[in-house]
């Protein structure tokens, strides 16, 4: 039709060559042109011959695509994750754009085992050739992998999903489980060569902040194994709620606590307890928020919402364990002497050998040994307070005038040297040179929040109390078992 057309535009253009004749003829050929390239081409007939070799090539080809369908679900099967990251890649070359893939992070823990070796703990990660061999070498330019102990803990970063993949390990930290900061790995380009920088510090997991609501029924730790917790958490807790209480007999049933924590976790994993942040305890003795705040230089305190301390100044008591035997009195039948003199002090009695602790932050005056006091430590404490320890059977190791104690510090042991019936700790408290009972210090408020550390204090108050205020509304741990 196409061919007719234009024979026909020839014989016109040879027999009439005008310039309206051409314009006809330009028209007419334009518009099959048009209807060439519009219309869909007529189909043409096939010979038998030519049939069937078109049936045979398009067999051919199916087979060759579903051979490579299985081989492809084949090695998505086997590497699920590099596919997905290779298709990323390859998608982000045909957009032309320079997003890189995202990783999909994985960390993997496990605890070095007795008498097994760090490539030994890195195997059971995973990570092995010269993944392995990179691990060691870094590890051995901070410590000796000789040294590592049964329990110390691997945990490891990878940047993909795979489970057998060594050169995506991107970061690995060996660490004790129990406490303390280890050592990090990182990787050091993101790309090609498997090298690791090790740095001192890091931790064995991740942390995670919590909150819990618990109701208190008999001790301290017995009321937390219940709400799902256990010792580990107690031992956080009760030097801050010390600070108000005496655990030993303050506690009631129907007394509930309220506590945020920062919990280590290692995957899924419970690691350990790592800090509490806030205590909100509400009992029939007493209640108090306490949250928790490290000053400039690192001393950790525990104040109120409103920034005044949490604790009092001074120790509730000097000795933990012992009872008070006889208390501060202007006159009493001295018990060797047995003259009416006074008792300027508090007596605990304690076995010898039972730790005396001080009773608040100083600085050590003296440490000597007297025919009445026997072996006495002289604490100062501020400007104003001193306390004296008398009695004791030994000093505390490396203590000497001049030496700063913190509060709770050992300073000696219950002995019953000097005038003394039988062993026990004499406390003595001094306000501006005077005696006074020591019972009346425990009374005194800490310091409060420095005013330069004010607005740090309470940024940090303000989040932590949102996480306690929001446990009033949900429902009580204790309540569920
Ligand atoms: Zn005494």
Not at 62 to 71: K, L, N, S, T
Not at 465 to 481: F, G, M
């Amino acid at each position: 039709m196409r061919q007719r057309t234009a024979i026909a535009g020839q014989r016109r253009s040879r027999a009439i060559p005008s310039l309206g004749a051409t314009l006809v003829v330009l028209v007419v050929v334009a518009a099959n042109w048009w209807w060439f390239l519009s219309a869909d081409p007529e189909p043409q007939p096939l010979g038998q011959i030519e049939r069937l070799q078109a049936m045979q090539d398009q067999a051919v080809e199916a087979e060759h695509y579903a051979v490579e369908r299985q081989a492809r679900s084949a090695v998505a099967a086997a590497a699920p994750a590099p596919k997905t990251v290779a298709a990323q890649v390859s998608a982000a070359e045909v957009n032309e754009e320079p997003a890189r893939p995202v990783p999909v992070p994985v960390s993997r823990s496990t605890v070095i085992g007795s008498g097994e070796s760090l490539e030994v703990a890195l195997g059971r990660l995973f990570i092995y050739g010269e993944a392995a061999r990179e691990v060691v070498t870094a590890y051995r330019s901070v410590r000796n992998p000789r040294l590592l102990r049964a329990g110390e803990r691997l945990w490891a970063q990878f940047e993909s999903a795979s489970p057998m993949d060594p050169h995506a390990l991107m970061q690995l930290v060996v660490a004790p489980g129990r406490s303390g900061e280890g050592v990090t790995l990182t990787r050091k380009g993101h790309d090609g060569e498997l090298s690791f920088d090790a740095r001192e510090g890091g931790l064995p997991g991740s942390l995670s902040r919590q909150a819990l609501r618990c109701g208190i029924s008999g001790s301290l730790t017995a009321s937390l194994t219940r709400c799902g917790h256990g010792a580990g958490l107690a031992h956080l807790i009760a030097p801050v709620l010390e600070g108000r209480l005496d655990l030993s007999r303050d506690l009631r049933p129907g007394d509930e606590l309220r506590v945020v924590y920062d919990e280590l976790v290692a995957g899924e994993e419970h690691v350990r307890y790592e800090t509490v942040l806030a205590v909100a305890w509400k009992g029939a003795i007493d209640s108090f928020t306490a949250l928790r705040f490290a000053h400039e230089g690192n001393s950790v305190g525990w104040f109120d919402p409103a920034g005044r301390s949490i604790e009092p100044m001074f120790l509730r008591r000097p000795v933990r364990d012992g009872h008070m035997s006889s208390p501060f009195s202007l006159a009493r039948m001295h018990p060797v002497l047995h003259k009416l003199m006074p008792h300027l002090g508090v007596d605990y009695a304690a076995p010898t050998g039972t730790p005396v602790l001080a009773i608040a932050d100083g600085r050590v005056l003296t440490r000597g040994r007297g025919p009445v006091a026997g072996k006495v430590v002289r604490v100062q404490h501020g400007r104003n307070y001193r306390s004296e320890y008398l009695h004791l059977s030994r000093f505390a190791r490396g203590l000497k005038p001049g030496s700063r104690v913190t509060k709770g510090q050992v300073v000696g042991f219950v002995g019953s040297t000097g005038r003394s019936t039988g062993p026990h700790l004499h406390l003595a408290v001094k306000k501006a040179g005077r005696h006074i009972d020591p019972l009346e210090v425990v009374a005194l408020e800490g310091t409060p929040v420095a005013p330069r550390d004010r607005k740090a204090f309470e940024q940090q108050a303000e989040d932590v109390l949102r996480l306690l205020e929001a446990l009033d509304s949900s429902k009580t741990n204790a309540d569920a078992s």
